[in-house]
């Protein structure tokens, strides 16, 4: 027999061994799928590698898909290290966006550099603003984190819903529901053929991997994370720690929703988060919240994304079959985090003889 305990500890060499089976088994069992599709799996494969990084269009596309990805994910993994589960990074992104387009849709005459200055600023406020509801209510009166920024993100979904349906929406459009597309000085600029979110992203790396193993704010989030109790003894003021970490984890949502809104979209649209808010606590949890390694998986995880899309179009594939293949990859490589803190343990007979025996006598002497 068998009983599933939990490890006591797992060397890094062990867990990267883990993984690697998983993504083994996964590429295996997406081949026996592909087959049963009449493919070759190794063709597939490749294609999907070239459909990522096969051509600089490729690439950059691959790059585009994964600066939402590194950005929410950053800002995820500072809850997260408190053990604050923001799971409303969709509906900060979508703030942050509406808040973007209120600037760029009011104040379009301003000069490009002022006009991106004020929709980075209030996009990050605005993300910032909608994340620190939850948190006053976590830090008042112990409210459901989970719960609260779930619901949300339906909220915010709702209101530009509203807006795009309602008094935003464009009356050039031909009646069709869309709010007017931007000005050309409301539209990020490209630097080596990529908008400049690639910046932002690289720069908020660094900064979370500094701010979290070196600034003092970073020490207390880790310690609340720990334990609350060794944090109250530390002296460590847990509401204001609570709001200003989710202040940062929404900020960053909010600039995310700020980049797509104005170098993805060219405007403010209910599509404009695409999951991308789900997605990043995909790319937090596989990261083990470390800022490096974020970059590293956003990069994978969008190259998986523009690898589906290719191989629909290379090989005739119907777009729930890539998303089949996408998420099989992604069940593996999620269910090895399982593998990593667990492991089977074999009982043997005597042992299990014994362990009955125990039980029996417990038993009787309660009698």
Not at 66 to 91: D, H, K, V, Y
Not at 133 to 161: C, D, H, Q, R, S
Not at 310 to 334: D, E
């Amino acid at each position: 027999m068998f009983k599933l305990v939990k490890r006591s500890e797992v060397s890094k060499r062990k867990a990267t061994g883990i993984k690697l089976i998983a993504i083994l088994l996964a590429l295996l069992t997406s081949a026996f799928f592909i087959m049963i599709l009449d493919l070759n799996p190794m063709s597939v494969y490749i294609s999907m590698i070239n459909g990522a990084f096969g051509s600089a269009y490729r690439t950059k596309e691959t790059i585009i898909k994964a600066i939402p990805l590194i950005i929410s994910a950053l800002g995820i993994s500072i809850a997260f290290r408190m053990q604050f589960w923001n799971i409303g990074g969709e509906g900060q992104i979508m703030i942050g966006a509406l808040s973007a387009s209120f600037v760029a849709l009011n104040f379009s005459q301003l000069p490009k550099p002022i006009l991106l200055s004020l929709m980075i600023t209030t996009g990050i406020i605005g993300g910032g603003l909608w994340a620190l509801i939850p948190a006053f209510l976590k830090a008042k009166w112990g409210t459901n984190e989970t719960i609260v920024t779930l619901m949300m993100n339906y909220i915010a979904i709702k209101w530009v819903t509203y807006l795009q349906y309602g008094p935003w929406k464009d009356p050039n459009s031909m009646g069709f529901p869309k709010i007017a597309n931007f000005t050309d000085n409301a539209i990020l600029p490209k630097f080596l053929g990529v908008h400049i979110g690639w910046i932002f992203a690289l720069a908020l790396v660094i900064f979370t991997y500094i701010f979290m193993k070196h600034s003092k704010k970073g020490y207390e989030i880790a310690v609340l994370g720990e334990s609350e109790n060794t944090a109250r003894y530390a002296g460590i003021n847990i509401q204001k720690t609570i709001i200003t970490a989710m202040i940062l984890s929404g900020g960053f949502s909010g600039l995310v929703g700020m980049i797509q809104a104005s170098a993805v979209n060219n405007t403010l649209s209910v599509e404009l988060s695409a999951g991308v808010g789900f997605t990043a606590i995909i790319v937090a949890w596989l990261s083990a919240l470390k800022a490096p390694v974020i970059l590293i998986v956003s990069i994978l995880f969008a190259a998986l994304l523009q690898g589906g899309s290719f191989i629909q179009t290379a090989f005739g594939i119907p777009q729930a079959a890539a998303l089949l293949l996408q998420g099989m990859i992604l069940f593996f490589v999620l269910g090895s985090e399982f593998f990593v803190r667990f492991k089977f343990e074999r009982i043997s007979k005597s042992k299990n003889d014994k362990q009955e025996m125990q039980e029996i006598l417990v038993g009787r002497e309660a009698k």
